[in-house]
């Protein structure tokens, strides 16, 4: 086998979603405790931006360090190497976290057992969804009284849309939670708590009948066998390609803060979890296994200071070796460029990479060459799809405070859309620009590094639009529709033509007056 399949056998690459609170934090650390790659719990910060820091751009910018230490975190664990990725845990930055699942091959949500599915975890989905990315799904704080095991899972098939299938049961729940049975190894897993320990008790039953099993759980013994013997007959058994296609979530339970059931899940995710998956561009299919290197900027992080005006794009590596220091084909702009300190991620320390491999995040430290979506090769014309642009939920009007400053203001918000902060739409030829973001804190984050970081003033002025829809269909309906609605058209980065509605009911009654256009609220249908 050459170096590159071996290489390429031994990746996993993920990212763990969730709404906000649910613990995502708490299982990274976990992962990584597992994984060897940090020593002590606490040693992951939260990137939660707090709201009440919103106008506190000192913590805006710790936050943001932060994030960029933890943007990969990279990890061994059996024989496999697992590259995590993190996704901000802020509700505003959602954007962040589509791009980033682009770069993913499978992802774990978790959900907190006594909220169950909440709106957050709704809207990531759809998009794993859209990508069929393989999904584990952690039902987490199990100490806590959650919901019944069978309820929640009704509602995760009914607002996730997905088959699930349980891996692991829960042998009651709170005050009395006594632990899990694994059904993948037919393994008790008692509940001990504690939260640093690496080690619960485990305990061979592959027959649930066996009395062994009466005298670790006394009365909950007969509970685990009725509720196992209705799982059985309920969900499908487990397939892995069902799951690997993303039509089929297995479910684990757990408590992540005390460190339960997160090794369970681990275990299965290095046996089930995808390799590298081969990924669309315009041209063909790239498979990882292709000699030639490959890859895609999904993010790109500046540095708000001033003085050090560097920015630093992530890449996927999707085909081939990327190696430092030799001159790669950037396909958007038609030139060579080469990286003389490409780095990775390990925690929260960084360090120089000469060679990364397909599943792979390297940092590229930019001086404005990379917008979000660009593609790197070896020569060969690719150009990667699937980060697509979703309909932003708040749009506003900036202004320009300080005529003198208009070349600032437009390199600024030129580049702060490069980076994916927020999505501009252009009206009145270029005229009018519309700023669309998915929450109130970007204006902030623009308004304040168009000055600081462009000298630019501008000033925001909301706009009542409901969704930006791109819009296809028939020519000459289309034509007719330009014209009706030429105040709300506008035009996106890429020059796709965008409809900006008004509201929700404008938008149904535009949808049925003209049947023959689609309104789409993702850039997405570009590659469908
Ligand atoms: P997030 O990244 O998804 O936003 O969630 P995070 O891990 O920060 O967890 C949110 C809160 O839930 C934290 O409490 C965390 O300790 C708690 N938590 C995580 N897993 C479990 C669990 O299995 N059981 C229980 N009972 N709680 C859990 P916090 O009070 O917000 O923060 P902290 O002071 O405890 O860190």
Request: charge should be negative; glycine fraction near 6%; aromatic fraction near 10%.
């Amino acid at each position: 086998m050459s170096q590159l399949t071996d290489e390429i056998r031994r990746r996993k690459t993920f990212a763990i979603i969730s709404h906000p609170d649910a613990g995502k934090t708490t299982l990274t650390e976990k992962f990584l405790l597992f994984g060897g790659a940090i020593q002590t719990a606490g040693a992951v910060k939260s990137n939660k931006i707090t709201k009440t820091a919103a106008s506190d751009f000192m913590e805006i910018e710790r936050q943001r360090g932060i994030s960029v230490a933890t943007s990969v975190m990279a990890f061994e664990y059996a024989d496999s190497l697992i590259n995590l990725l993190d996704t901000p845990g802020h509700r505003d930055f959602a954007e962040d976290t589509y791009r980033t699942l682009t770069a993913v091959d499978s992802v774990i949500l978790v959900i907190d057992c006594v909220k169950g599915v909440e709106p957050q975890t709704e809207r990531l989905m759809e998009v794993c969804r859209m990508r069929k990315t393989p999904v584990i799904v952690f039902v987490n704080k199990l100490d806590l009284e959650g919901q019944d095991p069978f309820t929640l899972l009704d509602e995760l098939e009914d607002k996730l849309e997905i088959k699930v299938r349980p891996l692991s049961w829960p042998i009651s729940g709170g005050q009395t939670f006594q632990g899990v049975y694994n059904l993948f190894n037919k393994e008790l897993c008692l509940f001990q708590g504690g939260k640093t320990k690496l080690s619960d008790e485990r305990v061979i039953i592959k027959d649930l009948k066996d009395p062994m099993l009466d005298e670790y759980l006394d009365m909950h013994a007969d509970e685990l066998r009725e509720d196992v013997e209705m799982v059985e007959g309920v969900y499908d058994a487990f397939d892995k390609e069902a799951y690997a296609a993303g039509h089929m979530a297995p479910v684990f339970f757990g408590s992540a803060v005390n460190n339960f059931g997160v090794r369970e899940m681990l275990d299965a995710f290095v046996q089930i979890a995808p390799t590298p998956r081969q990924r669309t561009s315009t041209q063909r299919e790239v498979l990882p296994e292709e000699d030639k290197f490959s890859g895609f900027v999904f993010k790109i992080h500046a540095n708000i200071d001033p003085k050090h005006r560097d920015r630093i794009a992530f890449m996927r590596v999707c085909s081939g070796t990327f190696k430092r220091g030799e001159f790669f084909f950037h396909t958007r702009l038609g030139k060579k460029l080469k990286f003389a300190n490409p780095a990775t991620f390990m925690a929260a320390s960084k360090s120089v990479v000469e060679r990364a491999y397909p599943g792979d995040v390297v940092g590229l430290y930019d001086t404005g060459n990379f917008k979000i979506g660009d593609t790197m090769t070896e020569g060969e014309d690719l150009q990667f799809q699937g980060i697509p642009s979703f309909s932003p939920e708040i749009f506003k009007e900036l202004r320009n405070d300080d005529p003198m400053k208009s070349k600032q203001l437009e390199k600024g918000v030129q580049q702060l859309m490069d980076e994916g902060v927020a999505q501009l739409f252009l009206q009145n030829p270029g005229n009018r620009k519309i700023i669309g973001t998915v929450g109130e804190l970007q204006f902030e984050v623009i308004q304040y590094r168009l000055e600081h970081e462009y000298g630019a003033k501008a000033s925001f002025h909301a706009k009542r639009y409901h969704k930006a829809c791109w819009i296809t269909g028939d020519e000459l309906k289309l034509q007719e529709f330009r014209r009706i609605k030429h105040a709300e058209m506008a035009i996106d980065k890429d020059g796709l033509e965008v409809y900006l509605a008004p509201s929700s009911f404008i938008l149904e009654m535009e949808t049925r007056n003209f049947p023959e256009i689609t309104f789409h609220t993702t850039s997405e249908f570009k590659t469908a």
